[in-house]
């Protein structure tokens, strides 16, 4: 057997009977009279009927993986999959569903369904309900995931931010600053102005997946950031959140990791948010 049709396999029983999914990637291929995925064979062994949705998708997704399947490869019929795996069609039909849903998969009209190419914002989507279903979740997992993701950014940007980068960072620091100083009545603005900030410095990590990571975080910690960010204006100390943020530039131009993540943590606030959050508690007609 060849290491092509050993690259991938479902989990089947000791008598599962070996079927195939091959991909087409638009060049002209030589299809004999057996079918035509025999080619590009990616060996699958019959499926057990317990989770077999799941275990469809987690096929196709190490057919991808091992790139026997290839972005912008056709992936094989709804027939042909069941006849290789040796399951239903309706589980086959489920399976495209959901990876079509995750942006992994995409249905062309009167041609099939394909790969998709590139990285999409709906691959992001079911891991942002996911954690925000989660029962697990806390303020204290949400802050530590937070802090490794912004030092991490940051030390991207240290390695290869260009130097017209450090200036827009700086001119959006400054953009900060005038929003604050106008008064707490400015908290969106100044929320906004921040966002933006913390934006850029991903931006000049020239990482798109980063981008794309560092995004999902920001939404789960939305809440808690608008909440510092008002806290910190409606108090007057606006002037400490600009120099927060004024230390983290600081830094990323002098190249310096010294306590980095240290430098990122006194950015958040924490006790003020923690207040912000009491007062909430007792005021529910307070709460954003």
């Known amino acids: 057997m060849s ?68 972005p912008g490869d056709q992936i094989p019929t709804e027939m042909e999959l069941a006849e290789r795996l040796g399951v239903g069609r309706n589980s086959v039909r489920e399976a495209i569903k959901i990876l079509v849903y995750f942006g ?49 950014v940051m030390k991207l940007a240290m390695e290869n931010a260009k130097e017209e980068e450090f200036k827009n960072l700086r001119i959006q620091l400054e953009r900060m600053r005038r929003e604050i100083e106008i008064g707490p009545e400015n908290v969106d603005r ?30 789960l910690t939305h809440s808690m950031r608008y909440e510092t960010v008002k806290a910190m204006v409606e108090s007057g100390r606006g002037q400490e959140l600009y120099e927060a943020h004024e230390k983290l530039l600081r830094i990323l131009e002098s190249k310096d990791e010294t306590d980095l993540n240290e430098n990122v943590r006194n950015t958040y606030f924490v006790n003020e948010f923690i207040e912000a959050k009491e007062l909430a508690r007792q005021d529910p007609e307070n709460q954003p």
């Open 3 to 70: 290491s092509t049709d050993e690259s991938l396999s479902a989990v089947g029983g000791e008598n599962s009977t070996a079927g195939s999914i091959h991909a087409v990637d638009g060049a002209a291929k030589t299809i004999d009279e057996k079918g035509r995925w025999e080619e590009l064979m990616i060996q699958l062994k019959r499926i057990k009927s317990e989770s077999v949705v799941q275990q469809i998708i987690d096929s196709l997704v190490e057919a991808m993986i091992r790139k026997e399947l290839k």
């Open 104 to 152: 992994v998969l995409e249905i062309r009209r009167a041609e099939g369904t394909y790969v998709c190419e590139g990285f999409t914002d709906t691959m992001i989507d079911p891991i942002i309900y996911g954690i925000i279903l989660d029962k697990a979740g806390s303020y204290e997992y949400l802050m530590e995931l937070r802090e490794i993701m912004e030092a991490g």
């Open 190 to 219: 100044v929320f906004q102005e921040d966002n933006e900030f913390h934006s850029i410095i991903t931006s000049m990590g020239h990482n798109p997946l980063v981008q794309k990571i560092e995004a999902v975080v920001r939404t």
